[in-house]
């Protein structure tokens, strides 16, 4: 059924109710048959406006959504639909042993919702921990009751009290026992011994407890926006950064017909920390040269050591938020700019250069990928088990295949002839640089465009694998994928199994393989 | 600041956050007026009706005298090379695909490419067959991408006399970038007589690793860089030099690696230039206009001839359908 109770003192069942006193207001929680919960809130009619005007003030992402007034002259309320089913009281034990980054992802909900609803002109008149609620689902603690809702006063000490409760949350969160209460907090954080002793050692935790202990002094949090900035500093410290393990692998090959390595392949990693930002960042590339013999080993070479410069100058330049929040038109800059410099090479030194190269790169960003292609090497995630191909190859079987013509057998030339590639005879456009392909990003959930280009969001235990022709023309998807759950967590033994396999088969071409596992930083924390 | 992101330019594309010349390590001088709006009115349009094809959006053909098709060097350049067109669409059409020009009773197509697909209303359209009229409303089928045809109604005095204006900027001889079959805005005076280097920017000699050796800019350029991608690919750094000798303007190719054209025949030496002339630099054209001197060229520009590569072998299109 979708209609919400019509008549909620009837037909619904109470949960539980929530301390309103001393107000005239109530607020129950309460479930209809189906299960789903809602808040049944009642007052004066003056205070049931307020709170209605409130709700209209738009994010309040701690607050339940309003369902419906109830249009009863006698008994006049408000409904509103608890999104998780599970939503019950606030739970100390629960929270108590809630993981730290999500205790205080869940305040800064909690605290988010406040600055509105102090940005409106109202006040709660003191938050309680009796009017919270707790949806273990989304992990989220819920505003219960509004019933201390009243227009702001002037006073700072008003504000405060809204926020003072949030130290008393975080405490017992990290702390794992009861809050000694202000007086007890305030005398503790004035000795570092003492602090040392109870455990308050946490950076940023300090900080975050003397704001919200007492409403005198320099460090009294005055607004919800220094209460975010401290719970946003805590959780930068909670925030483990993701390091990347590589490995990667290339050789000439057994074919005799191959004389050298066309292939080239490099990576640069940086990890930082910059002020509050810790931040690794890498860019991984693999380019198969194509050409004449020294011609191919050239562009490739030129192609890898020209894009790993351009990678540092971005570095150099941008903050880490900038390339974080662009991962893949960094990666296509990274590839255009490439691309130029080898036309560049091929105008200036016309003779000793007639090759090209395809060139695939990956950049990332924290737990952010970013990617650009051109031409039939190959991106792949291995996550879960799975092989998730990230690239298209840019063949003549690929557009025959557009065309709907066929393109003959797995050993046909036109898998072989490449459509597009980093040449440098004319440097390649803009456009003709691909990203992540439309294939994987839906197979990834990016359905939005525009989430396409902020790229794909890792995990730890994802693995980033680049491959020229030679290691993906002689070991199928099914087989790659079978070396990745076998080297799950190798990087090097991934890449020397796929190149071995490439061996083994004497194939015709230079084989390289490079992978990336995404880690978590270790951490004594409880994350 | 630069960018690569010619996409930058359509509404729908926010601005590019990153900048090519940071990530280069050099500065590119991209002359924003190289994208702008075309000064001449379009006489007809091409809309693209393919699935795939609806973002891109109409074709506008600025002269009564086109060729169009796919770019390739050892040919000849094209006014009209579908730069939004995606791979597979590009390898079925001919480089150049058709002669597309205009008289008294309207628009005439001759196919230049027995190769690729020729179609009108459906119907295939082969070398062999006289020119075919185009009206409004006809489907154009090249390759296999499907055009729909509309002329504008701009009659051709109108767009003769907008073109003079154009030339009555200039009292020096010139040069006027072209596209899509007309003067499109930008030009250059040639002044008094120093060379002028044709080409793009590149770093000074000594700026990026092993570059000791590259030669220094040219004093006097016009540098291209801020064209479209894919009319800026064909040209080299250095790709031509047009000079004053001995009273007369001329044209001296550069680069070895992209070529020179003549009213659309490539050059390998210095040759002299009329009035009217067209170079091609790559894909792009630019008109050489002297004030004093007919503003057509003597020398007819040259329309490739038709050479049938499928002799002695099928021909890998299909075969015109029967009705």
Request: charge should be negative; hydrophobic fraction near 35%.
């Amino acid at each position: 059924m979708d209609t919400p109770v019509n008549s909620p003192a009837v037909t619904a069942r109470r949960i539980s109710t929530i301390d309103t006193a001393p107000t005239d207001c109530t607020s129950e929680l309460i479930e209809e048959a189906g299960g789903r919960r809602f808040l049944y809130w009642r007052g004066p009619r003056r205070w049931l406006h307020q709170v209605r005007s409130l709700l209209n003030e738009g994010d309040l992402e701690a607050i339940p959504s309003l369902v419906g007034p109830l249009d009863d002259d006698q008994n006049p309320g408000l409904i509103l639909a608890c999104a998780g089913e599970e939503v019950g009281p606030f739970d100390l034990w629960k929270w108590r042993n809630l993981p730290n980054l999500e205790a205080v992802a869940a305040l800064q909900v909690l605290a988010a919702t406040v600055g509105v609803i102090h940005g409106a002109g109202f006040t709660l008149g003191g938050l309680e921990r009796g009017q919270l609620l707790y949806c273990p689902r989304r992990r989220h603690l819920l505003l219960g009751s509004l019933h201390g809702l009243r227009p702001l006063d002037g006073e700072r000490e008003t504000i405060w009290r809204d926020l003072r409760l949030f130290g008393e949350l975080a405490y017992e969160n990290f702390l794992e026992h009861e809050y000694p209460g202000g007086h007890q907090l305030v005398t503790l954080l004035q000795e570092p011994a003492a602090m040392a002793e109870t455990g308050i050692v946490f950076p940023g935790l300090p900080q975050l407890l003397a704001g919200c202990v007492t409403p005198y002094g320099d460090l009294a949090y005055g607004s919800t926006d220094d209460l975010l900035h401290g719970l946003g500093n805590l959780r930068t410290e909670l925030t483990r950064p993701v390091t990347y393990r590589v490995g990667a692998r290339s050789t000439q090959g057994n074919h005799i017909f191959r004389q050298n390595n066309q292939d080239s392949c490099a990576h640069v990693v940086v990890e930082t920390t910059c002020g509050s930002q810790t931040m690794g960042l890498g860019f991984f590339c693999v380019a198969d040269g194509i050409g004449g013999i020294d011609d191919g080993e050239r562009a490739s070479s030129l192609a890898v050591r020209t894009a790993c410069a351009a990678f540092l100058r971005a570095w150099n330049h941008y903050d880490g938020q900038t390339l974080y929040d662009h991962p893949t038109e960094v990666a296509r800059s990274i590839a255009q700019v490439t691309s130029q410099r080898l036309a560049l090479d091929g105008d200036f030194n016309p003779d000793q250069n007639r090759g090209g190269t395809t060139f695939t790169g990956v950049f990332l960003a924290g737990d952010r990928l970013g990617l650009c292609h051109v031409g039939d090497s190959r991106a792949f995630l291995l996550r879960d088990g799975q092989l998730i191909p990230l690239t298209e190859d840019h063949t003549l079987a690929a557009i025959l295949e557009r065309l709907g013509e066929p393109t003959g057998g797995k050993d046909d030339a036109s898998h072989r002839t490449i459509a597009r590639f980093l040449s440098t005879g004319s440097e390649l456009e803009w456009r003709r640089i691909d990203g992540i392909t439309a294939e994987a990003s839906s197979r990834l959930g990016l359905t939005n465009p525009s989430r396409r280009d902020r790229g794909i969001d890792l995990r730890p235990g994802d693995m980033v694998l680049l491959t020229s022709d030679g290691a993906h023309g002689e070991v199928d998807n099914d087989e790659l994928r079978r070396l990745g759950r076998r080297f799950c967590d190798e990087p090097q033994g991934l890449c020397q199994a796929i190149v071995d396999q490439a061996l083994q088969n004497i194939g015709r071409d230079n084989a390289t393989a490079l992978a990336v596992l995404i880690e978590a930083a270790p951490s004594s924390l409880r994350l | 600041m630069t960018t690569g992101q010619d996409e930058a330019s359509s509404p729908q594309h926010k601005p590019p956050t990153i900048d090519l010349d940071v990530l280069r390590g050099w500065r590119e001088d991209r002359d924003p007026a190289l994208r702008w709006r075309h000064q001449l009115p379009a006489l007809a349009q091409l809309i693209p009706l393919g699935p795939g094809d609806e973002n891109s959006g109409p074709i506008d053909l600025h002269g009564p005298d086109l060729l169009l098709g796919r770019f390739q060097s050892h040919y000849a350049p094209v006014d009209v090379g579908f730069r939004q067109l995606r791979d597979h669409q590009l390898y079925r059409m001919g480089a150049p695909h058709v002669h597309l020009s205009q008289d008294e009773q309207g628009w005439l197509v001759e196919v230049l490419s027995p190769q690729a697909k020729t179609m009108i209303n459906d119907r295939m359209v082969s070398h062999l067959h006289d020119d075919q009229r185009l009206e409004g409303g006809d489907i154009l089928t090249l390759g296999v991408t499907r055009f729909e045809f509309r002329p504008t109604g701009v009659p051709l005095e109108r767009w003769t006399a907008a073109r003079g204006r154009l030339f009555e900027r200039v009292a020096e001889p010139s040069l006027f970038l072209k596209r899509h079959g007309g003067c499109c805005g930008p030009f250059i005076g040639l002044g008094e007589g120093a060379p002028l280097t044709l080409g793009r920017s590149f770093p000074r000699p000594g700026t990026l690793p092993h570059t000791d050796r590259w030669p220094l800019p040219d004093e006097r350029r016009w540098d291209l860089s801020g064209l479209f991608d894919e009319e800026r690919k064909h040209i080299s750094f250095r790709h031509a030099r047009v000079a004053l000798k001995k009273g007369q303007w001329t044209i001296e190719p550069l680069s070895s690696r992209h070529r020179t054209f003549v009213n659309r025949i490539g050059i390998s030496g210095t040759i002299a230039l009329q009035s009217g002339d067209e170079i091609g630099l790559g894909s792009v054209l630019i008109r050489f206009h002297h004030p004093h001197r007919s503003l057509e060229s003597s020398r007819p520009r040259h329309v490739p001839t038709v050479v049938d590569w499928s002799e002695g072998r099928p021909p890998s299109t299909p075969t015109p359908e029967k009705k």
